[in-house]
């Protein structure tokens, strides 16, 4: 039995005669490998330009026209499942019909080499993908990077005061304009001063009022006061109107933040769907290529 082999399968038991009998031309035809990336890459890239076409036919600026968003979705995720399939499972049967054929090994071992070479297709077209995409981000990148700086080399001094007011607003300090209507605030407005200028000093006020939570009693008192002298308006009444527009102002600033952040967890769960549908998408990719590579390796070999 050392020296019993099997004709129909030709297995060698001894390991000797196994290792002289070992070819010693490589397992992995990577001449048919990279043929069937490359094909699955270009037929990829046609369908989804396809789609993308598709999806813009689709689509319309008007109201009540073009599809939903949802079924954009869930048609964006067919294509691409459907892209996986028909590319990666055409660069893996061309892969395995254009191989080298191999003589004097297991049926197991051929039926493993080809599928291993269906893999390799799908995982070099995968990384060639990645490189151009990354590429194709980081030039885009560069690009952005290098216009911001020669935006930000011409309008720096007003971009550093706007990011300084900025930054304290939302750490709860005043802005300067803000601390000069204090410093120039009057006990009583003049009621013949410039209309423009009183609203601008009001929406100041307001808005400082915003950004810390709450509209204090001394800006509280100098509205209402405002309010009087440019719209002649009884204390009592222009308190009452101070009091009512801030609570609306601060409704809508909530409302303006809930919205925000609906938008975003909308945003969020819609990206997470996305990655985790291209990622079964991939699998099913290797899968595909995997086992139409040992498809195309049983008619390249003529095994029925």
């Avoid at 094909?39 to 689509?59: D, E, K, P, T």
């Avoid at 070099?124 to 935006?151: H, P, R």
């Avoid at 290797?286 to 139409?292: D, G, L, P, T």
Wanted: net charge neutral; glycine share 12%; proline share 3%.
């Amino acid at each position: 039995m050392e020296n019993a082999t099997s004709a129909g399968n030709s297995y060698v038991s001894n390991p000797a005669l196994a290792r002289a009998n070992e070819s010693p031309a490589s397992a992995v035809s990577w001449a048919a490998i990279i043929a069937g990336a490359v094909i699955a890459s270009a037929v990829s890239f046609m369908l989804l330009a396809g789609g993308a076409g598709l999806g813009f036919v689709s689509m319309s600026p008007w109201s009540g026209e073009g599809a939903s968003a949802t079924t954009l979705g869930i048609g964006a995720v067919v294509w691409m499942i459907l892209t996986h399939i028909v590319a990666y499972g055409l660069g893996g049967y061309l892969a395995g019909r254009l191989r080298t054929k191999w003589v004097g090994i297991h049926t197991d071992e051929t039926y493993f080499r080809d599928t291993a070479h269906g893999f390799l297709v799908w995982a070099l077209s995968a990384v060639v993908s990645a490189i151009v995409v990354g590429s194709a981000l980081m030039s885009a990148a560069a690009g952005t990077a290098k216009a911001g700086a020669t935006i930000a080399a011409g309008t720096g001094a007003a971009a550093t005061a706007a990011a300084g007011q900025a930054m304290q607003a939302n750490q709860g300090g005043m802005p300067t304009e803000y601390v000069a209507d204090l410093l120039l605030r009057g006990e009583q407005p003049n009621p013949a001063g410039d209309p423009g200028a009183a609203r601008a000093e009001v929406g100041r006020i307001v808005a400082a009022s915003l950004a810390r939570g709450e509209l204090n009693p001394e800006d509280r008192g100098y509205l209402a006061r405002v309010v009087a002298a440019q719209t002649g308006a009884d204390p009592a009444t222009a308190e009452k109107r101070v009091d009512d527009v801030v609570a609306r102002a601060r409704q809508a600033a909530q409302q303006a933040e809930q919205t925000a952040r609906q938008a975003a967890d909308t945003a969020r769960k819609a990206a997470a769907a996305f990655a985790l549908w291209a990622f079964a998408a991939m699998l099913i990719g290797a899968f595909v290529a995997s086992w139409m590579a040992t498809v195309g390796g049983r008619s390249r070999d003529d095994i029925v």
